[in-house]
DNA sequence: TCTTGACCTGGAGCGCGCTCCAACCTGTAA
DNA sequence: TTACAGGTTGGAGCGCGCTCCAGGTCAAGA
């Protein structure tokens, strides 16, 4: 297999194939006579997981530990162990926060469904409120906020 | 409330509101004698709701049009609440692909710890069988992919 | 033999989202 | 009055994660 048809297999370009082989994500592989990269299948397996902890949220220079470790095979599986375990707390607190949001923006959708209705809605009391008492996105929230007077202007998002 | 103030309270810096302002997320804020930007305590709102668009994966340009949108007033509702609702199409989305690697991460920890703990175990049933069937996390797979015999290997990331 | 297309390398460029810097101004407090 | 904290602007720089390009090699088919 070729760096091509890996390409259309994986879902990469053979232009980033070839950048995560310089950075260290993917093993160097086989070349043939001509001097062209050589795939085994397998490395579809570990392409794909790749991916799914690049899409759930793990950066480059963690996934090339992730890499590098894997590498050094059976001696590293205590500390690639310790690796996934804390991506699994990320992604578990990822979980936590979009399902936060899934609240927020379903209840605006709401609120903005029934002023477009023209009912007459203080969304001060709706929706900030909540903003207010929610999850606070890891914005530094001081108890002691003194907000102005609520709801004299008519935008939600305020 | 200064720009220093508004840092503190917002957990964004400066930089990043003066930043903020320039591309058009925050509205032009009105400037004391000295010419130093004042903000309402309100603005603190929008600026959490922006962050949580951004953290739950909205990216620059749509902010933008979001907060376009906003500076209309009512006459764009309609547009946001659209805007809004294929958000939360997308965290849905996200939701349910982090979910899956929940999973994927549970097993693989588990299989990590026996293997630790001197099992023989061949991870290409236990880990990739799953890769397989599960959620491809994006990837084009093959209908016909015919991958190498299982099992050969005895590394669970291949 | 000649063409074609897939591959090779090294390095530049890019969009995002800030972050930092120089050089300057302002208002308060000692 | 002088020091100093905290503002102002414009613009450069940066880390991530690719993406593109120039200039070349290689191998299979007409």
Chains 1, 2 share one sequence.
């Not at 048809?5 to 043939?32: F, H, M, N, V």
Request: proline letters at 3%; glycine letters at 10%; a positive charge.
């Amino acid at each position: 297999m070729r760096i091509g048809d890996l390409a259309e297999k994986s879902g990469l370009s053979t232009d980033t194939l070839r950048y995560y082989e310089k950075i260290g994500l993917l093993p160097k592989p086989l070349r043939d006579a001509g001097g062209r990269r050589v795939y085994d299948e397998t490395i579809l397996r570990w392409i794909d997981f790749l991916a799914r902890l690049k899409s759930t949220g793990m950066g480059i220079s963690k996934r090339q530990r992730y890499a590098e470790l894997r590498t050094k095979g059976a001696a590293s599986l205590k500390a690639r162990r310790i690796m996934l375990e804390e991506h699994r707390q990320k992604v578990s607190d990822d979980i936590a926060a979009l399902t936060g949001m899934l609240t927020v923006l379903d209840e605006k959708i709401d609120l903005y469904k029934r002023m477009e209705a023209g009912e007459t809605v203080d969304p001060a009391f709706e929706n900030c409120a909540r903003t207010e008492h929610g999850a606070r996105s890891g914005l530094k929230g001081r108890t002691d906020d003194k907000r102005t007077g609520a709801g004299s202007r008519a935008d939600p998002e305020t």
